[in-house]
C-alpha cells in the first residue's frame, strides 16, 4: 500500500464513479481498478461495493475514507504552504450558500475574500437545498437548521432569529394581532423552505413569574412558497402575514414598511453554520474563509 493508492481510492469515493476517477487520475479505468483492488487486498478488507449501477463505500471504505482525505489535505497544504512564501494561498474552493444570506452578505465577503488572497478562486452556488457535499464535490456549505448528517461538521456562524410580520396597511384593513388563536383568522403565508414548521408556527410564551411555555398554532393562507424574497414582497403590499428569518426583512422593519406583531412572544431561533466533511485536518485556505464569514454575519448582527 502506499499513498498514491489512497488518493485514487478518495478519487473514487468523491465521484462515485471508477471512470471519474480514472480521468482525474489520468489512468485508465481498468488500470485503477486494479489499484483499488491491490489495496484491498493489502489491507484484507473489501472497501467498495461494486454493482452495475452505482458504487458505494463498505464500512471499513468509509472509515479509510475519513484517514485517507486527511493525508489527502495534508499534503495539499504541505505544498501550499511551502508555495505560499512566493506565492501566498492557492486553490479552488466550491461552495454552496443560502439565497438569503448570499444577497445579503456572502457575495461581497466572499469577492473581498478572494481579493485578500488571488490565489484562490471560489465557485460560489446559491441556492437552499440541502446538497449532498461529498456527490456534489462541495467542499463547504452554509445552512440555516438543525444538522442531521453525522459524516458532516458544523461551526456556528450566527443565531437567526425569525419575525412574525406584516404591512402596516393590512392591519389598518384587517386589524391588529395580539394572541396566537387570532392567526388562524387572518391570511398567513406559508414558508415551505424548512424541515418543519411550515404551517405550525411555534413560539416561547415569556411570562413574569412563570416558566417558559412552547406554544403553537396551525395557520393557512392563499400563499405558500419556498421563497423569502417572494414572501416579503407579498408582505410589503399588504397581502397577509409572514414568518420569516429577520434579516430578509430587516430594513423594512426599520423603515416601517413591515410591522413586527406578537412581540409577546418569543419567535423560533436557528443556528446558521459552516458545514464541511468530517475531517481531522481542515486545509487552511477552508478555515480562513470560514473565518471570513463568520466575520461578515457579526458584522451584520444587528440584521439576524
Not at 86 to 113: D, N
Not at 158 to 179: A, D, F, L, M, R
Request: neutral net charge; proline residues 3%; glycine residues 6%.
Amino acid at each position: 500500500m502506499n499513498a498514491a493508492d489512497l488518493t485514487l481510492f478518495v478519487y473514487v469515493a468523491d465521484t462515485g464513479s471508477f471512470n471519474k476517477a480514472a480521468q482525474l487520475a489520468e489512468l485508465s479505468t481498468p488500470a485503477l481498478s486494479k489499484r483499488i483492488s491491490r489495496l484491498e487486498q493489502s489491507l484484507g478488507v473489501q472497501l467498495i461495493h461494486r454493482t452495475t449501477r452505482r458504487l458505494s463505500l463498505t464500512e471499513a471504505g468509509e472509515s479509510l475514507y475519513v484517514h485517507a482525505k486527511n493525508i489527502e489535505g495534508q499534503v495539499s497544504d504541505a505544498v501550499a504552504a511551502v508555495s505560499a512564501f512566493s506565492h501566498g494561498l492557492s486553490g479552488h474552493i466550491k461552495i454552496s450558500v443560502p439565497t438569503i444570506s448570499g444577497e445579503l452578505l456572502l457575495a461581497e465577503a466572499i469577492a473581498e475574500f478572494c481579493q485578500m488572497y488571488p490565489n484562490i478562486t471560489v465557485d460560489m452556488r446559491l441556492e437552499n437545498d440541502f446538497v449532498n457535499l461529498v456527490e456534489e464535490g462541495l467542499d463547504l456549505a452554509v445552512r440555516t437548521g438543525q444538522l442531521e448528517d453525522s459524516s458532516l461538521i458544523a461551526k456556528l456562524l450566527i443565531q437567526s432569529n425569525w419575525v412574525v410580520c406584516c404591512s402596516p396597511s393590512y392591519i389598518e384593513k384587517h386589524g391588529e394581532v395580539t394572541h396566537l388563536e387570532e392567526l388562524k383568522k387572518h391570511n398567513c403565508l406559508a414558508y415551505t423552505y424548512q424541515a418543519q414548521g411550515s404551517f405550525d408556527w411555534r413560539f416561547i410564551k415569556n411570562e413574569i413569574g412563570k416558566d417558559s411555555i412552547e406554544e403553537s398554532v396551525r395557520i393557512s393562507g392563499s400563499l405558500t412558497t419556498n421563497n423569502a424574497q417572494a414572501l416579503r414582497k407579498a408582505a410589503l403590499a399588504g397581502f397577509g402575514i409572514v414568518y420569516v428569518p429577520r434579516c430578509c426583512v430587516y430594513e423594512d422593519l426599520q423603515k416601517g414598511a413591515l410591522q413586527a406583531i406578537l412581540t409577546d412572544y418569543q419567535p423560533r431561533q436557528l443556528g446558521v453554520y459552516a458545514i464541511y466533511p468530517q475531517t481531522r485536518y481542515l486545509p487552511e485556505k477552508l478555515r480562513l474563509l470560514i473565518e471570513h464569514i463568520k466575520k461578515a454575519y457579526q458584522n451584520k448582527k444587528e440584521y439576524f
